[in-house]
């Protein structure tokens, strides 16, 4: 499709777009009754399952102790009846391998009775653990690839759900994925034994303040999906957004986002008819949508739910993703979850905000109104800090990616340097601590809004800080650095482990320092506070992550700055974060060193997709544009000297001349994009320093080509038309 064709079609879409379903009558059919409608729940369970069977499912999922298997028949037996009538046909064992998206095979509940006939069929073992084909997953050399089997394993924590499609419904169990010898094959399984390793060092804590729970610590989570919105035609005039998510060429558009007028404005009506369906099929999932908005870049989102225990949020979230492409097709768009889609505006991100504790304690983030007085927050604090400083390396890795790299220290995402935002009062408290000298805690200020008829609000001791990639924000730490397509368990996992380190080393220190004595915990405690401040501080920064001075600061204090997907990976077999995950039985060597290279293999084929199609696109679209302008400019000169009259042709060697080099450039980039090189990291470090920078040599000819040509010679959909026809 050209062009010209995308964009006629796209205003055709949107001249005459209808929503295919009526609006919903939340007045006759409530909120309340669409919520979780569709998942295995507490109240479907304990409405369906008998009571002693539905007491020791609670105690699997409340206090993680092995279920019975001799009642996986039952709970099977009561969850295929349920999935029947409500229309199910197949069920399915979703898990989550690390190409990074979702994994599923269907199966149906049928099967022959012998005499001619069905029976539907759905057993414990079914239930519980399924067979999945391994051989075309990546290893990262964990198995051979001859060496096929591979086994899901029912997560009991995240609930089954029906996924309703046009053609029908499944029945959709999460579960963990492992190999035959029992290594993680997937992102669930780290991230349930994280949590494990975080519920013991937490506790650890808790009984030194002499606090009892009958619960697990365990940790929470809050995604933000922001994603971008654009018509379905121009998709299919754009092979680079088709095949990779993002644009490799466009010209900048006469306005982006300078005017700063998209953010929170009023949503198109196509596009809140779209978020608007796809929250309540979200609902029906059981996921708490509560937040959308538009968000700062022209034709871009944000959608986001309230918090979740950990696990169960992260499934969510590949839900929402999955719900937000299919709902924008039935509305002819095109959701587009690539961390940059367009270049010179805001790319998207995940930001996770990150607690822990449980339903008895509350978030064990919580300051309370004097939190220097608060000595187990301080600890729970000190912790992060320490674990931050310690380990940030390895929080960087876990958002390393391709498409990330675009976006890591522009505008709209901090830097690549890991650092902590505390606000103006724990800074100070801490600092108090550091001397030996607590006074107080600065408190709530009243601001005055100036107006008679409006109260004074109350405003908050600390701003918040949009350029740090871990922010406190009040009672929780807000991780900024997550990538819009990423799934956020790795992230979430090295969080737990960090925290589960830190707290294992407080707990140990507490213990050494109050020789068991409550009286003399507190003596203790600052002790700790003012250790670890001293040593650990140098990962607080309060300032401009994006300024300059920051990264010479940074760099100073001894932080390291891991620029690219490259360098950071390299960080998952360091010798401390094997130590890290060996020792909390979250990781094995093996596992990480699997990973590393999945990682790096999967980066250099994202590379190298995108420059073959560079070179497709430059050589079958751009150039052959640019060469009937040149054929037009020539006829013209032609004509001009025929009638004895001297030609302008400024920009006929502006045509030559950007036409030979971007023909010299393809030829450039051909040579290197395959070129030979054994070793996976020397040839993600070329694809990196000479493929890349050859791209987008490429680009900026390519772009430059667009602003010159005319427009029905111009065969891409533009950057104005895609962002601002809606």
């Known amino acids: 499709m050209s062009g010209s064709n995308a ?81 199910a046909t197949h069920f399915t064992h979703v898990f989550y391998p690390l190409t990074g998206h979702s994994a599923e095979k269907h199966d149906g509940f049928l099967s022959p009775d012998g005499n001619g006939g069905v029976i539907t069929e759905f057993s414990g073992k079914m239930l519980s653990q399924g067979e999945a084909d391994g051989s075309s997953f990546p290893s990262g050399g964990l198995r051979s690839t001859f060496e096929a089997r591979g086994y899901t394993a029912w997560d009991v924590t995240s609930p089954a759900y029906l996924m309703e499609n046009s053609s029908g419904i499944v029945l959709c169990i999460p579960t963990a994925f492992l190999s035959w010898t029992g ?163 805001n790319g998207s991100g995940k930001h996770l905000n990150y607690s822990i504790g449980n339903a008895e304690v509350g978030t064990l983030f919580e300051p309370g109104e004097t939190p220097h007085e608060n000595a187990m927050f301080l600890v729970f604090l000190v912790a992060a800090i320490r674990g931050l400083h310690k380990y940030g390396g390895l929080l960087r890795a876990t958002v390393a990616a391709a498409s990330n790299d675009h976006r890591l220290g522009a505008n709209e995402a901090p830097p690549a340097i890991m650092s902590m935002f505390l606000g103006d009062q724990l800074t100070d408290i801490l600092e108090q601590f550091r001397v030996g000298q ?11 809004v100036g107006v008679d008829t409006l109260p004074p609000l109350p405003a908050d001791p600390g701003d918040r800080n949009r350029t740090s990639p871990f922010a406190f924000t009040g009672n929780r730490f ?13 992230s979430q996992t090295a969080l737990n482990t960090i925290m589960s380190d830190s707290l294992d080393y407080a707990a140990t220190r507490l213990e050494k320092l109050s020789g068991g004595d409550p009286e003399k915990l507190h003596a203790a405690v600052g002790k700790l506070i003012q250790e670890i401040v001293e040593e650990h501080s140098a990962v607080i920064f309060n300032g401009d992550g994006y300024s300059e001075i920051w990264h010479q600061e940074a760099e100073r204090r001894g932080l390291p700055n891991y620029r690219t997907t490259p360098e950071a990976l390299m960080v998952y077999t360091s010798p401390d974060v094997v ?90 980039l051909e040579n290197n994009v395959d070129m030979k090189i054994e070793d996976p990291v020397q040839e993600a470090h070329h694809k990196c320093t000479v493929v890349i920078p050859a791209m987008n040599a490429i680009r900026t000819l390519a772009d430059h080509l667009e602003t010159i040509v005319p427009e029905d010679l111009w065969p891409l959909p533009s950057y104005q038309e895609m962002l601002f026809v809606k």
């Open 183 to 345: 290594v993680a094959l997937d992102r669930k399984t780290p991230l349930l034994r994280s949590n494990q390793a975080l519920n013991k060092q937490a506790s650890r804590i808790l009984k030194l303040f002499g606090k009892k729970t009958s619960l697990p610590i365990i940790s929470y989570s809050g995604l933000e999906q922001e994603f971008f919105l654009i018509d379905r035609n121009f998709v299919f005039g754009r092979p680079d957004l088709l095949t990779a998510g993002r644009t490799l060429f466009g010209a900048k558009p006469a306005k982006g986002q300078e005017f700063e007028d998209q953010y929170y404005g009023v949503m198109p009506r196509r596009v809140m008819s779209c978020i608007t369906e796809a929250e309540r099929e979200l609902y029906k999932l059981g996921v708490p949508v509560r937040t959308h908005h538009n968000e700062v870049a022209p034709s871009q989102y944000e959608i986001a739910p309230v918090f979740e225990t950990a696990n169960l949020a992260i499934d969510h979230n590949q839900l929402m993703m999955t719900v937000l492409k299919k709902v924008a097709k039935r509305h002819g768009l095109h959701c587009l979850l690539h961390e940059k889609p367009f270049s010179g505006i």
């Open 7 to 87: 964009r006629s079609n796209a205003i055709r879409a949107i001249t005459s777009y209808k929503p295919d379903l009526a609006p919903l009558n939340y007045a006759d059919t409530k909120p309340t009754e669409i919520y979780g409608s569709n998942v295995f729940s507490d109240k479907v369970m304990k409405e369906r399952l008998p009571r002693i069977v539905y007491k020791s499912l609670r105690k699997t999922i409340e206090q993680g102790v092995q279920l019975d298997p001799s009642l996986a028949d039952i709970v099977a037996s009561t969850m295929k009846d349920w999935a029947i009538e409500k229309g």
């Open 438 to 448: 607590v006074r107080g805690s600065k408190g709530k200020r009243l601001m005055n």
């Open 579 to 668: 130590d890290l995950y060996s020792r909390y039985n979250v990781l094995s060597r093996q596992e990480l060193k699997a990973r590393q290279e999945i990682y790096i293999e999967q980066y250099c084929k994202t590379i190298r997709a995108e420059a073959n199609l560079v070179i497709r696109m430059g050589r079958t679209i751009i150039y052959p544009a640019g060469l009937r302008f040149q054929q037009e400019l020539l006829r013209a000169c032609l004509d001009m000297r025929a009638l004895n009259r001297e030609p302008d042709t400024v920009l006929l060697d502006d045509i030559d001349d950007t036409l030979r080099k971007l023909r010299e450039g393809l030829e450039h």
């Open 478 to 490: 807000e991780f900024r650095a997550l990538g819009s397509s990423m799934p956020a368990s790795a």
